[in-house]
T-cell receptor
Framework: GENVEQHPSTLSVQEGDSAVIKCTYS??????FPWYKQELGKRPQLIID?????GEKKDQRIAVTLNKTAKHFSLHITETQPEDSAVYFC????????????FGGGTRVLVKP | EADIYQTPRYLVIGTGKKITLECSQT?????MYWYQQDPGMELHLIHY???????EKGDLSSESTVSRIRTEHFPLTLESARPSHTSQYLC??????????????FGPGTRLTVT
């Protein structure tokens, strides 16, 4: 089955700097890659997603890039703010697995003011 | 408003008790999921369903069971609660490719403590 690895597990950045989280996946048939943000005590919420027919997608300060050949995708947060502090999860899914999401282990991001 | 709901939000219960965690969604999604998550840690899939009368075990071995008699309802039952079941349980639902939203939505979670 699909395996998703996420790095780093923790990330501390200064306010205003950029943060990058990287994920690798094992199933070359994976075709959908969402990123979720989970604030303390709250449910995970989708912040951006990308499909396998697109190499990059941007939404204001966040962007995701996908390299299908290398089987990795990354989340980029620019001009970080204290409210970006949260745990971020990447995920991948394939049609063959019923589109079930396989999640990475999570990255705890701390933005220091 | 279309959403996904979980009850109870918090539950403290003694060892050996039978409990059912409720999950309902009003988004018309066929796919529903149960995850176990310690705060801020990995999401472990314990059960999922692709529609009415469809249930599958997830990646994490669990002593719980689920049922899917109605599209909108996906309850999770623990026949005999143990302290090792102490965790947060998140329900989720998802649309299909081709629907207006392919996003997987999570419920607010049930925080379970077994004493």
């Amino acid at each position: 089955g699909e395996n998703v690895e996420q790095h780093p597990s923790t990330l501390s950045v200064q306010e205003g700097d950029s943060a990058v989280i990287k994920c690798t996946y094992s199933d070359s048939a994976s075709n959908y890659f969402p990123w979720y943000k989970q604030e303390l005590g709250k449910r995970p919420q989708l912040i951006i997603d990308i499909r396998s027919n697109v190499g990059e997608k941007k939404d204001q300060r966040i962007a995701v890039t996908l390299n299908k050949t290398a089987k990795h995708f990354s989340l980029h947060i620019t001009e970080t703010q204290p409210e970006d502090s949260a745990v971020y999860f990447c995920a991948a899914s394939t049609k063959a697995a019923g589109n079930k999401l396989t999640f990475g282990g999570g990255t705890r991001v701390l933005v220091k003011p | 408003e279309a959403d996904i709901y979980q009850t109870p939000r918090y539950l403290v219960i003694g060892t050996g008790k039978k409990i059912t965690l409720e999950c309902s969604q009003t988004m018309g999604h066929d796919k529903m999921y149960w995850y176990q998550q310690d705060p801020g840690m990995e999401l472990h899939l314990i059960h999922y369903s692709y529609g009415v009368n469809s249930t599958e075990k997830g990646d994490l071995s669990s002593e719980s069971t689920v049922s899917r008699i109605r599209t909108e309802h996906f309850p999770l039952t623990l026949e005999s609660a143990r302290p090792s079941h102490t965790s947060q349980y998140l329900c989720a639902s998802r649309g299909d490719l081709g629907q207006t939203s392919y996003e997987q939505y999570f419920g607010p979670g049930t925080r379970l403590t077994v004493t």
